[in-house]
């Protein structure tokens, strides 16, 4: 399973833009990157996914480098709603259909 | 839409007892996923099925076993519960499996 990296805490100012950093170097080329959250102690939500190309919905954005072995997830306006733990995850390919959850990134959003 | 639906949403067991869990997924969904979560941990996969069958199986003991109906809800089951499986187990649905998967808010499991 292509393993991911990311940072295991950070703090945001509510609204300012939210950046979060995966790493991914082992990823292959038929494995995706996918975004969830969770608020504590509820199911984890998904956010977002992409393959190669720059992803946007509703809720973030995903960018993906060229070489695929990183990616940022940004949430462009924070809000205390959006203090959570953040997944990175790789799937597809040789993995399967299973989604490998990390440690994620404990998000902190301050007022 | 309902999303995924999971119950209940809280259970206390003793040691040695058995435990069965259900999930009913997004309507049109036919695979679902089962995950465990330890407190502290990230969500860890147990099942995945689709059309009744199973496509999927992570590290966990027999003890652990599932199964999917006709109308493609699922069932997680438990046997010779330890104090290890204390956790809160969240089922996921597919389309077919292979799409994104959406979760349920899960069955909180404590077993003393």
């Known amino acids: 399973d292509a393993k991911t990296t990311q940072p295991t805490s950070m703090d945001c100012a509510e609204g300012r833009a939210a950046n979060l950093p995966c790493n991914h170097s082992t990823i292959s080329g038929n494995e995706y990157v996918y975004w969830y959250r969770q608020i504590h102690s509820q199911g984890p939500q998904y956010i977002i996914h992409?393959?190669?190309n720059n992803e946007t919905n509703e809720m973030a954005s995903l960018i993906i480098t060229e070489d695929r072995k990183s990616s940022t997830l940004i949430l462009p306006h924070a809000t205390l709603r959006d203090t959570a733990v953040y997944y990175c995850?790789?799937?597809?390919?040789?993995?399967?259909?299973?989604?490998?959850f990390g440690g994620g990134t404990r998000v902190l959003v301050k007022p | 839409d309902a999303g995924v639906t999971q119950s209940p949403t809280h259970l206390i067991k003793t040691r040695g007892q058995h435990v069965t869990l259900r999930c009913s997924p997004i309507?049109?969904?036919?695979?679902v996923s089962w995950y465990q979560q330890v407190l502290g941990q990230g969500p860890q996969f147990i099942f995945q099925?689709?059309?009744?069958?199973?496509?999927g199986r992570g590290n966990f003991p027999d003890r652990f076993s599932a199964r999917q109906f006709p109308n493609y809800s699922s069932e997680l089951n438990v046997n010779a519960l330890l104090l290890g499986d204390s956790a809160l187990y969240l089922c996921a649905s597919s389309l077919t499996g292979a799409e994104t998967q959406y979760f349920g808010p899960g069955t909180r499991l404590l077993v003393l």
């Open positions: 992409g393959l190669k």
């Open positions: 309507s049109g969904h036919k695979s």
């Open positions: 099925y689709y059309e009744k069958e199973e496509r």
């Open positions: 995850i790789v799937r597809g390919g040789a993995a399967g259909n299973k989604l490998t």
